[in-house]
């Protein structure tokens, strides 16, 4: 996905796609080449993350994540470069509207078609000024690299709230937060997008696991899989890490 602020620059990103993109499995690609078009919205991204349990839903604590590559919010778009919670851009008034509004109804709706909902839901919505609110995208996850953010402030086990989310009672039940803030960055060796700049076969060093709960020190020498001759395992152009 590239997020183009001139109509040169989209010309541009789909000129570099190689066509294997395009063709969706075609091997000649000429009849399922695709390029999805969609208007360019200006505001502040945010996460917008609950439990369902069918009918009743339980928000969570509200993150936004990092999708530009690079400082400043410059660079190509990624998956997500970092995350933080809670998103001041979320005010009172648009947590209510956006339940409202966006969840409420979503849930609610495919309830009443016969086909519930349980589980986390995941609304990408775009804040504009005023307040004004889009929805980007659903997926039925924790969001990435939200969820250590998020987790992390709270206080609430997780067990006991999946638990009442299996059993439909979401609405008995309160997620409790810590009021400290939380921040998560994500480290890659590769660019993102079709020129893949960067190292693909890099090796992470000193990375930080965590075995049974307890964080572990890897020496620098080390890769994921500790030492030995294992010791091969390389990221392949994703996020290698995170903290």
Same mark, same amino acid.
């Given at each position: 996905m590239v997020v183009a602020q001139t109509v040169a620059e989209a010309h541009a990103a789909v000129d570099q796609f190689p066509g294997d993109d395009f063709t969706g499995g075609s091997k000649d690609g000429k009849d399922t080449a695709?390029?999805?078009v969609e208007a360019f919205l200006t505001g502040e991204e945010a996460s917008f993350i609950v439990m369902a349990d069918g009918r009743n839903v339980l928000a969570l604590a509200t993150s936004q994540d990092h999708k530009r590559l690079l400082n400043g919010d410059q660079g190509p778009n990624t998956g997500g470069m970092g995350a933080y919670s809670p998103a001041p851009v979320i005010t009172p008034d648009i947590h209510a509207h956006a339940l409202r509004e966006i969840i409420l109804p979503t849930i609610r709706g495919m309830a009443d078609e016969g086909t519930p909902f349980t589980g986390f839901l995941y609304a990408g919505l775009m804040?504009?000024?005023g307040g004004s609110l889009n929805t980007l995208e659903f997926n039925c996850r924790l969001g990435d690299p939200e969820t250590q953010a998020i987790l992390s402030r709270l206080k609430t086990p997780l067990g006991q709230l999946i638990q /009442?989310?299996?059993d439909g009672r979401l609405d008995q039940v309160e997620a409790e937060g810590s009021p400290q803030r939380a921040v998560r960055g994500a480290g890659r060796s590769r660019l993102p997008g079709p020129s893949g700049a960067g190292r693909r076969d890099h090796r992470p060093s000193g990375?930080?696991?965590c075995r049974r709960g307890r964080p572990l020190r890897l020496p620098r020498r080390h890769g994921p899989e500790g030492p030995g001759r294992g010791d091969q395992r390389r990221p392949s /152009?994703?996020?290698d890490g995170a903290g």
């Open positions: 695709r390029v999805v804040i504009g000024k /009442a989310g299996i990375t930080r696991q /152009a994703g996020r």
